[in-house]
């Protein structure tokens, strides 16, 4: 019994380190690029603070034949600003390219600019924030704020922190 305790505490520390360790590589060997975004609600009373972000490489176009739930591929490039936008979105995972992973997802908010319904959910969509700073978050985003998000080289993605 206290042999079969013992293992099952260690699987458990071996996957709870294991996905500590993934999101630290994905922090200390991604790029770092400034995405634009649209944010949408500030603020939960369960959870407290936090911001609901859209970002603008997240729109399917009106003529993608994606499928909900589909995972995709977003090609980005960038300019001198270090700004991404989107290059192309693919079902291929690239190769020789920085490009960010994303499942294709209903959409978050009313805005036209997302008309088709259709977004890219890349898992950096809400980022939690000190009490009482939601709202100045929220409005700083609003005026031309950019998020720093780190991608790696298989796509996965890590908010880093907030720009002006």
């Given at each position: 019994?206290?042999?079969s ?11 709870i380190c ?5 999101q630290?590589i994905?922090?200390r060997?991604?790029?770092?690029v ?6 949408v ?11 609901i972000l859209?970002?603008?490489?997240a ?5 993608s ?8 591929y977003?090609?980005l490039?960038?300019g001198?600003?270090?700004i991404?936008h989107?290059k192309?979105i693919t079902?291929?995972k690239?190769s ?5 992973k994303?499942?294709?997802d209903g ?8 008309k ?6 890349f898992?950096?969509?809400s980022?939690f924030?000190?009490e009482g700073?939601g ?9 031309g704020t950019?998020?720093?998000v780190?991608i ?10 907030f720009?002006?």
């Amino acid at each position: 019994m206290r042999k079969s305790a013992l293992i099952i505490v260690c699987l458990w520390l071996f996957l709870i380190c294991g996905f500590v360790l993934t999101q630290e590589i994905t922090l200390r060997t991604g790029k770092e690029v400034l995405l634009k975004t649209v944010p949408v609600d500030p603020r939960d009373l369960l959870r407290g603070d936090y911001v609901i972000l859209n970002y603008e490489i997240a729109q399917l176009p009106h003529e993608s034949s994606f499928g909900y739930n589909e995972t995709v591929y977003v090609i980005l490039d960038t300019g001198s600003d270090n700004i991404a936008h989107v290059k192309s979105i693919t079902d291929i995972k690239p190769s020789g390219e920085m490009y960010i992973k994303g499942k294709v997802d209903g959409c978050n908010t009313t805005i036209p600019l997302f008309k088709n319904g259709k977004c890219i959910n890349f898992g950096i969509e809400s980022y939690f924030v000190k009490e009482g700073t939601g709202k100045k978050l929220e409005k700083d985003l609003r005026n031309g704020t950019l998020v720093r998000v780190v991608i790696d080289k298989n796509g996965r993605s890590k908010i880093r922190g907030f720009e002006k």
